[in-house]
């Protein structure tokens, strides 16, 4: 059950996060498209970098 509720909150940051990414104004697309993918392939850990450290540079 918790396991579940864990995946699904993975899931819905990094979607949020993928959108945050693409909505970006300050990056052309080949480098969306490459940190979309590792955001995706990273889980977790691409869901933190994202939101400490990458959010405040896009």
């Known amino acids: ?3 579940k509720i864990v995946y ?5 940051l990094a ?10 104004k300050k990056i052309t697309l080949i ?3 490459i940190f ?9 850990i691409g869901v933190a970098v994202h939101y400490l ?3 405040s540079k896009l």
Do not use: F
């Open 1 to 3: 059950m918790i396991a």
């Open 8 to 12: 699904i909150v993975g899931v819905v």
């Open 15 to 24: 979607v949020l996060g993928c959108i945050d990414i693409l909505k970006s």
């Open 31 to 33: 480098p969306k498209i």
């Open 36 to 44: 979309v993918i590792l955001l995706l392939a990273t889980s977790w």
């Open 53 to 55: 450290y990458g959010k």
